[in-house]
Every structure is written in C-alpha cells, then in structure tokens.
C-alpha cells in the first residue's frame, strides 16, 4: 500500500503510530540541519519533518531534493508539533520521516498551487489538471458531486428512475443552434447532439415509465458568458398524470432538500409571480427578491409637466436605493456614466434624493416642485435617505436597463449576499413570441409547451395572449430551472407546429415519430430541468459556472488544455464524404 493514512485524518490520537503517507510536495523549508515539508492529497495537507539528528543520512540527503509537486511516498513516526498550527485540521502532529520515496518527479508548475494563486485565468485553464490540485477548484468539484448525490438520492425515494437518452440524435430547427456530426457510414448525414433529451423524455412518459430523470449533458452552439458553456448539464426530468401543480411541488421540496441538506438553510416561502408581474415589477424574468427597489411606474404623475424627455417617453420608472441619498455629485456621475455604457445603452438618468428632513432634491427641480417629487418617492416606495433612479423612453429596453442598474446598485451596496437564498416561481409565460425578423412566431420554451386550458379559444384568435402551462424556478436572480407541462395530443402539437411556420410536411419530417407516437395513447404529462452548473454555482457562493466544471471551455468556445476543436486530416474528411470550403 501506498498509504496507509490521508494527509487530512492524523491527529494527536495518532501519536506514536507508524504510518504511511503520499502526495504532493506543497512546500519545502530547509533550515540546514531541519527541513520541514508540507505534503498535500486531495484530503489536506500533513507536515514531514527531516532532522539531521534522527533521519537517516540518505533519507536526509534526498529530502533536499525535493521540489514542488514532486509525487512522494514517505513512512515514519506521528509526533507532537513543538509548533502547533491551529488553522490546520494536522496542526497538532507532523511525521518523523524514516522512509522517502521519489515516485515522479516535477517541473515546476507555471503558477503556485495555493488558495491565492498567481496564475491568470488562461493559465489555470491550459494548465487545469493542476488548478485542479488546489482547494477553491477541488472543493468545487467535491461540492458539486454532494449536489448529484443529493439529487439522485431524493428523486430516487420518490420512485423516479434513472433513464439514459441518446446522444447522437436528430438535428432539429427550434432552439440555439446544433453541434452536428457526420455520419461515416450513412454519407451526406449527420446526427446532432442533443440541446435537451426533450422528446425522448416525453417518449418515455408514453412508454409508460411514469417518472423519469438524468443528469445529463446538453449540447449548444451559443455565444458564451459566465454562467454558459457549450456543453452543459441538466437535472432533467418528466412525469405523467400530473398537473402543473405536482412539478411545483416536487421541485420546490428538491430544492428545499438541497438548501437543507448542503447549506444548513431552512426556507419556508417559494413566493409565485407571473410573468407579466416579473417583468412590470423587476425588469426581468428572473428577478432576485434578497432586496426590494422593485420598479415605480411614473408617467401618471411625472408627464404633462414642461420636462421634454419625460413627455416623449413609452415609460418613465424608477427605483429606490436604499441609504443612498447621502452619494456625492461624483457617485451620482459614476451611476450615470453606467447606465449610458454601450453595454446598458440608456442615454442619461435623472435623481431624486430623499433627504432626512423630509425635502427631496433633484436633477430636474427647475420642472417639478416638492409635491411633484413626493408623488414620486410614493410610487417608488422610497423613504427618507433613500435616493431614487429614473430612467425613461421605449418600455420594454427601459426595463431591461433599470433592471441592470437595480442590479448594479444592489451590488454596490452590498445586498446580494451569497449565503442567503430566495427562490420563487415565475408562471404564466407567454407561450409564443414575435419575430419581426422572421415574420412570424416563435416558441418562448419550446414547441411542446402546452397552452394554458382557459386560453386554449385564443389560439385562433389571438395566439400572441396564449399563456404558457409554463413555469420557471429562479434563486437569486439566475433561472436555475424550467419546464412545461407538454402537449398530449396530435391534433394541438400540429396546431402549435403551424403556429410557428412549420408546413406539415415540415412537422412530419422533423418531429413525424413524435406525432406518431401521441397516436398509442399518450399520457398527460410535464417536466423540469434544472440546469446543474448553475445551480451548483449558486449553492456554493458563486455566480460563474466554471471553477464548478472538471474541464471548461473558455470564452471562444476552445479547450486551451486539449486544444480543441482542432483541423483533422484529409483521410478523416474523405472517410466522412465531407470537403472543407474555407474562406480566405
């Protein structure tokens, strides 16, 4: 055996013991007659000790050889630390070595293993099989698999099952763009990888397999973020006979399980809002509830006054920061310069402060009077200290920027704080969308997404009211989960397929073996998946998916480690049938 003990476990009840310990060298400390080494595996670190007095001569010798990241093996006696570590779980003990074993030596790694580490990002990614050695990245992927144990453990008790999906399916048009992948002995065809197991979860309801899940990995060719990857992973779900209801509360007790169980966090509340509410109150979709500054609507009582830009707007809104109307003219500037950034695009904003004694002060007092102003800290709930943003002009991009801002100040100030978690449901989504582009409609999920029963006469009439049987779980301000309850019947998913532009021959040969299938006795049936990244990121303090993910693309979409995607060889390219035609 290698080891006989991790370089976590030793204490005090070890001393005296004779054991066997390997890892990686963390650091060295050579004092001449004392060298001191600092050996780390995967369950912590434990001190060697050398002494010129009690180590072997040749042990000794070769102890000063040793560099970091060498992979030693060592045997010797657990003593007491004349000098205790109090920070470390070791800290009491450290190991007389009398056996030292050189099992690979190593380069010296182009950045330091530590916590704080001196490796930029491209660095670390190249090099990710040691960003992996230290602990924010390990502890990550440790954390992450505590989630899938999780998960798997409380889906498994509620009798859902385990089902893999294909991975090399059909290419379909709806959603972001596909990975494809040529087929060698069907020449000219291609498989794609799947954006979701979508219709062969809503397959399995129609086999009968009643309650499905898998975490699995999805495939899309999308413009990358922070908390997107070309190949990411789902908690995906199904179940039949269920109303939309029954999702809510299977997840909404998940989602308690796993606050529970991994953060200690006791939730009571999953507050429910529509859509429409979301995006009048917050801005967006996805709205985090941690703070309030929810959105005041102003044109009742800020238009038909002599200010121009306020008249010629769609909407004039606004929100109230908190204890901030003490910010100086420079702070104030700084906000404004935010907002006007290509980025959020708004093209100036106007300030009320809420002063202490009662008064209000503003960057367009020349306009409004104290009774004007005061109708305005009323609409935006804004109390004495507080200091009110307003931004106007085309309703649905003011939105979108005040919710930015509003996000921005509550950063600033300190409000979205990493350890508390305030889940809600978003309901009642539209369930199709217009494309002016395209001229025509899109599915806001998907095209399997059934219409709300009581809006089901409207889809004649006036598809764009349809209300999606659609709900979305947000934690924090990030959609961590979605889904629907889906279509049943052929006769409305060839509806919906028109809808959306599909000819029949289009629907047939697209989604034909779907059709086909709903005709052997579908059962009603939902899901959701939740995206595991992201959620994993959340539970764990952060917003970036990455550090979460054993080997991530970057921001190109490339695995700077392996190099990849990268040219193959025109033996491959003419076994698949396939020519490259390259631009210059």
Request: proline letters at 4%; a negative charge.
């Amino acid at each position: 055996m290698y080891r006989s003990h991790n370089c976590g476990v030793l204490n005090a009840s070890h001393i005296n013991k004779e054991v066997s310990l390997a890892g990686w060298v963390q650091k060295s400390r050579d004092k001449g007659f004392m060298i001191w080494v600092d050996l780390r595996d995967r369950y912590g670190v434990t001190q060697l000790i050398f002494d010129e007095q009690r180590t072997d001569k040749a042990v000794f010798e070769k102890a000063k050889s040793l560099g970091r990241e060498f992979v030693v093996q060592v045997k010797g006696t657990v003593i007491e630390r004349e000098s205790k570590n109090p920070s470390m779980a070791t800290g009491d003990i450290e190991i007389l070595v009398s056996e030292l074993n050189i099992l690979n030596e190593a380069l010296l790694p182009p950045f330091t293993i530590e916590d704080d580490t001196d490796g930029g990002e491209e660095t670390r990614m190249k090099y990710r099989y040691l960003d992996i050695r230290r602990n924010p990245v390990k502890n990550a992927l440790l954390f992450r698999h505590k989630v899938a144990m999780e998960v798997r453990k409380y889906l498994s008790d509620l009798d859902f099952c385990e089902v893999e999906t294909p991975y090399l399916i059909k290419s379909t048009p709806e959603g972001a763009r596909d990975f494809v992948v040529p087929s060698r002995m069907n020449e000219g065809q291609f498989y794609a990888l799947p954006q979701s197991p979508q219709t062969f979860k809503q397959l399995l309801m129609v086999g009968g397999m009643d309650k499905y899940f898998q975490i699995v990995k999805c495939f899309r060719d999308e413009d990358l973020r922070a908390d997107r990857q070309p190949e990411f992973t789902q908690i995906d779900c199904e179940m039949a006979f269920v109303e939309q209801e029954d999702i809510l509360n299977v997840f909404e007790g998940l989602t308690r399980h796993l606050l529970k169980e991994l953060k200690g966090v006791e939730v009571d509340q999953f507050p429910r809002i529509t859509y429409d509410y979301a995006m009048k109150t917050y801005g967006n979709d996805k709205p985090d509830i941690r703070f309030e500054m929810k959105f005041g609507e102003l044109n009742a009582v800020a238009q038909h006054k002599e200010f121009g830009v306020f008249n010629s707007a769609e909407l004039v809104v606004g929100i109230a920061a908190p204890g901030c109307a003490s910010y100086t003219r420079k702070e104030i500037d700084a906000l404004i310069d935010w907002v006007k950034r290509p980025q959020i695009g708004a093209s100036g904003m106007v300030y009320v402060k809420c002063e202490e004694d009662g008064t209000f002060k503003s960057s367009v007092d020349k306009f409004y009077d104290q009774d004007d102003l005061k109708k305005w800290a009323e609409a935006t709930n804004a109390k004495a200290g507080d200091l009110i943003l307003i931004l106007s002009g085309n309703a649905d991009k003011t939105r979108t920027q005040l919710s930015a801002l509003r996000m921005e100040v509550a950063t600033r100030l300190g409000l979205r704080k990493p350890d508390e978690f305030a889940p809600l449901w978003v309901v009642d989504f539209p369930l199709l969308e217009w494309d002016e582009e395209s001229g025509r409609y899109h599915a806001m999920h998907h095209p399997f997404t059934s219409p709300k029963p009581e809006d089901m006469k409207l889809i004649e009439t006036n598809p764009g009211k349809v209300r999606a049987n659609a709900y979305d779980m947000v934690l924090n301000g990030n959609e961590i989960g979605g889904g629907s309850i889906r279509i049943h019947d052929k006769a409305l998913q060839s509806s919906m397929f028109s809808l959306l532009g599909f000819t029949p021959e289009q629907a047939e040969a697209q989604f034909g073996f779907l059709m086909n299938a709903f005709q052997f006795g579908a059962p009603p049936h939902g899901g959701l998946a939740f995206g595991l990244d992201r959620l994993v990121a959340i539970l764990g303090g952060q917003e970036t998916i990455r550090d979460f993910i054993a080997f991530p693309k970057n921001n190109s979409g490339r695995d700077v480690m392996i190099d990849a995607p990268s040219a193959i060889d025109e033996a491959q390219l003419n076994e698949l049938h396939i020519k490259l035609n390259l631009s210059e």
